[in-house]
């Protein structure tokens, strides 16, 4: 054991100041919306807007094919614009509007989607049982992407992205058009179209 009693009750102090602290300033803006753009900060909030275009100004995004960032897991939100802009992860609009990312406002921007409230998607049911078919091979993929699919440190959130997106990126680790990543391709080619395309139904529907 290391480190004295006080010194992790301090940083627990600190720690629960701070959420306490964040939990005021996130109030007001999710009381009152007209509010929430004071919540960005100052350096990177033409970026948001930019960003809220397509990802939507309240986390749904405006087409199936965009994903949310609002609540993703921060570590991947920091990935995926340095994958997009170095072209490790490639797609024709994302790849450009990353490249108009600088690696100094990445992290800001990531911290603040993360920071965001998943957006509430009608008729979601959360607890919902997953098919027999797929149950087994589906218990596989949550030592990463976590219990309820709503990712954490090792893996992104899965819950509640759509249908549309959920099948396309999984499609895209299976026929080698999105390398991003080392395991999740052999992950997805294991699979039959059929298993994906089931995975991909229920984890829209959490
Ligand atoms: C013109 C529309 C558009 C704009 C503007 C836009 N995005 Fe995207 N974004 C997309 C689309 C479409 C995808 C899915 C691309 C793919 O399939 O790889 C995406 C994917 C992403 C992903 C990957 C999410 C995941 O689950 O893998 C991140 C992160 C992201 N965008 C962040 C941003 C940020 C940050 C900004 C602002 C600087 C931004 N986007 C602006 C359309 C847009
Ligand atoms: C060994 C850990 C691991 C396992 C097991 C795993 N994944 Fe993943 N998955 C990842 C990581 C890490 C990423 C992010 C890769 C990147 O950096 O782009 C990912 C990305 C994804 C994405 C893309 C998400 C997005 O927003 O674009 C989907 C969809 C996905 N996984 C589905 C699954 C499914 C379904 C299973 C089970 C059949 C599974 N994964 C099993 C680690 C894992």
Sequence with gaps: ????????????AIV??????????????????ALADDAVPEKIKDKVQVCNSCHGAKGAPMSATTPVIWGQQQNYLVKQIHDY???DRNNPIMSAIAGGVTQEDTRPLAAYFAAQ?????PGANPSAPPPDSIAAKLGQCQACHQKNF???????????????YLAASMKAFADGT?????????????????????MAKYLAGL
């Design 1 to 12: 054991m290391s480190g004295s009693p006080f010194s992790s009750a301090r940083r627990y």
């Design 16 to 33: 629960f100041g701070a959420a306490v602290l964040a939990v005021a300033i996130a109030a007001p803006a999710v009381a009152t919306p």
């Design 85 to 87: 802009r170095a072209k």
């Design 117 to 121: 409230p998943w957006p509430a998607t």
């Design 150 to 164: 709503e990712g954490g440190a090792p893996a992104p959130r899965l819950a509640g992205l759509s249908y549309q």
């Design 178 to 198: 999105r390398t991003n990543n080392l395991d999740m391709p052999k992950i997805m080619q294991a699979l039959t179209e059929t298993e994906r395309d089931a």
